[in-house]
């Protein structure tokens, strides 16, 4: 087993405190790693720093044995809240089918390949169905499919996350997680979430961040290393635990 | 109409019918992506600052469009990077460009020694005065507009769509983002000659803006603005013939009158499907 993602003592911060304060990590290959911790904890900091849309201050971080902004397109991205305007004119195929960009020339259209590989992963998301309807017309967790199909037809070998399963309801959360563990068979998976107790049920390892990071494996969570993470929080973590 | 009659008889109202029909390939073109990527106020810089560039060509005796378009390319790409740069002080900055470069217009103007030009036709727009040399221009930029559209479909879509994804698919997003501002100034220059720069943001934004109420792709926004640009030209200029109102004018006021009918229409329709559904769900 080698190592996919190498995160080296890496520093940062948004022109004031310190976010990240000297993290290391490494993930291996085919791992299911959740990456949790309280809010404004540098969970999506992190991860941004893994797809080389943010730089460390101090540190480094590999992708794939190579700088992230060169290794971003073998990864599958699932934003948190999406940039985009909801009321885009675009159907769910076109969005799916933004995955398959960059992958051949600067200017033109897209391959039948391209469509077959847009289709296998609508199909994966069960979004096939969903393909000529508006991207405004769809439900949270419809939406949520739809673009973990975008980054699935990129055909990574990491996916990343970035809390898949904030805006949509249990039931969603729960077949978006089976599904994930499917995936995992293929590639490498890092979700972040803040919800400890439900991924724990999923991921092989958990590494907890607050500014500097812990890791444990899923079965050495307890009430204590969570009320050391999330110290003031401790009631309502114990709550999701239980 | 006394205007349809008109139209057969003088060579001047065919140029501005021309003219007004071919603006409005380029407004529903680059307009359907200003109103989805809502930059109608970088677009709303791009048009105001052209003054500058207008001035100084009429200051050294050039040509005031060849000028405006050099002003607006020139004035896109500073818009872009400022936007690209310094995201914090985006709008300050624009607004700034935005009044220097017609600052910079009016005092150039002002120096120029001989005859003034009417400054109002620069603002306004002149449409009666299109000549066939400006209708050749306008087909020149219309090509290059839609050519450039053919080929960057799907990578100005995906820059309009969610740059941060783009970007991470190394899709090279400053290129294509700066590529669509460009394309914005060459609009604008389509569109000074019709309505004048103060009023192109409306040309811009109103026709798309009316299809998105009805339809919901990319392509067929295009199609049903450019449709639209057309109507309201067509419309705008017969209207003020009678009369003779400033066509400009009329022409933005008839799309401007068309665009909030449409969005109450749409409104009232969303509501009355919504209370159905509610209604359905009750029983």
Same mark, same amino acid.
């Given at each position: 087993m080698s190592s996919v993602v190498s995160v080296n003592d890496v520093t940062f911060s948004y022109s004031g405190p310190k976010v990240l304060d000297r993290v290391s990590l490494e993930i291996q290959e085919r791992e299911f790693l959740g990456l949790v911790g309280p809010n404004a904890g540098g969970k999506s900091t992190l991860l941004k720093m893994m797809l080389g849309l943010l730089k460390p201050l101090a540190g480094e971080v590999r992708v794939l044995g190579r700088r992230p902004e060169q290794s971003c397109r073998q990864v599958g991205y699932v934003p948190q809240y999406p940039l985009f305007n909801r009321e885009f004119p675009i159907s769910v195929e076109q969005t799916v089918l933004m995955g398959r960009l960059g992958t051949a020339g600067l200017f033109g259209g897209y391959s039948g390949r391209d469509r077959a590989i847009a289709r296998q992963a609508m199909i994966e998301t069960e979004t096939h169905e969903l393909a000529g309807r508006q991207l405004c017309t769809l439900s949270g967790g419809q939406l949520q499919r739809v673009l973990m199909a975008r980054a699935l037809a990129c055909e990574p070998q990491i996916l990343m996350l970035d809390e898949p399963t904030a805006n949509i309801d249990m039931r969603v959360e729960t077949e978006i997680f089976d599904l994930l563990k499917k995936l995992n068979s293929r590639m490498t998976i890092i979700v972040v979430s803040h919800d400890v107790g439900f991924i724990s049920g999923y991921v092989g390892r958990v590494a907890c961040l607050n500014q500097t990071l812990v890791c444990h494996p899923t079965a050495a969570i307890d009430g204590d290393t969570i009320r050391g993470l999330y110290e003031a929080d401790v009631k309502m973590v114990e709550h999701h635990h239980h | 109409?006394?205007?349809?009659?008109?139209?057969?008889?003088?060579?001047?109202?065919?140029?501005?019918? @021309?003219?007004?029909?071919?603006?409005?390939?380029?407004?529903?073109?680059?307009?359907?992506?200003?109103?989805?990527?809502?930059?109608?106020?970088?677009?709303?810089?791009?048009?105001? &600052?052209?003054?500058?560039?207008?001035?100084?060509?009429?200051?050294?005796?050039?040509?005031?469009?060849?000028?405006?378009?050099?002003?607006?390319?020139?004035?896109?790409?500073?818009?872009?990077? @400022?936007? /690209?740069?310094?995201?914090?002080?985006?709008?300050?900055?624009?607004? +700034?460009?935005?009044?220097?470069?017609?600052?910079?217009?009016?005092?150039?103007?002002?120096?120029?020694?001989?005859?003034?030009?009417?400054?109002? &036709?620069?603002?306004?727009?002149?449409?009666?005065?299109?000549?066939?040399?400006?209708?050749?221009?306008?087909?020149?930029?219309?090509?290059?507009? /839609?050519?450039?559209?053919?080929?960057?479909?799907?990578?100005?879509?995906?820059?309009?769509?969610?740059?941060?994804?783009?970007?991470?698919?190394?899709?090279?997003?400053?290129?294509?983002?700066?590529?669509?501002?460009?394309?914005?100034?060459?609009?604008?220059?389509?569109?000074?000659?019709?309505?004048?720069?103060?009023?192109?943001?409306?040309?811009?934004?109103?026709?798309?803006?009316?299809?998105?109420?009805?339809?919901?792709?990319?392509?067929?926004?295009?199609?049903?603005?450019?449709?639209?640009?057309?109507?309201? +030209?067509?419309?705008?200029?017969?209207? =003020?013939?009678?009369?003779?109102?400033?066509?400009?004018?009329?022409?933005?006021?008839?799309?401007?009158? +068309?665009?909030?009918? =449409? /969005?109450?229409?749409?409104?009232?329709?969303?509501?009355?499907?919504?209370?159905?559904?509610?209604?359905q769900a009750m029983k």
């Open positions: - | 109409m006394e205007f349809f009659s008109a139209l057969a008889d003088h060579a001047f109202l065919q140029y501005a019918l @021309v003219g007004g029909l071919l603006a409005s390939i380029g407004c529903g073109v680059i307009g359907s992506y200003v109103v989805v990527k809502r930059i109608g106020f970088l677009a709303g810089g791009i048009s105001h &600052s052209v003054l500058g560039g207008m001035g100084i060509a009429f200051f050294f005796g050039l040509s005031p469009l060849g000028g405006a378009l050099v002003a607006a390319i020139a004035s896109a790409l500073l818009i872009g990077w @400022v936007r /690209l740069t310094w995201r914090e002080q985006e709008d300050t900055l624009i607004g +700034t460009l935005w009044a220097v470069g017609m600052a910079i217009g009016i005092l150039f103007i002002a120096k120029t020694p001989g005859y003034s030009v009417n400054l109002l &036709s620069y603002l306004f727009g002149n449409i009666l005065m299109i000549n066939p040399d400006a209708i050749w221009m306008m087909v020149g930029m219309d090509l290059v507009i /839609l050519l450039t559209v053919l080929f960057c479909y799907q990578q100005f879509l995906a820059v309009s769509f969610d740059e941060e994804f783009a970007r991470l698919r190394g899709v090279p997003v400053t290129f294509f983002y700066l590529l669509l501002l460009c394309m914005v100034a060459v609009t604008v220059v389509l569109l000074i000659q019709v309505v004048g720069l103060i009023l192109v943001i409306a040309l811009l934004t109103l026709p798309a803006a009316i299809a998105s109420h009805y339809v919901h792709s990319m392509g067929k926004m295009m199609l049903l603005a450019t449709l639209l640009g057309m109507t309201f +030209t067509l419309v705008g200029l017969a209207l =003020s013939y009678g009369p003779d109102l400033p066509a400009g004018a009329t022409i933005i006021l008839v799309a401007g009158v +068309t665009y909030i009918f =449409s /969005l109450f229409a749409t409104t009232l329709q969303k509501r009355k499907v919504m209370r159905r559904q509610l209604q």
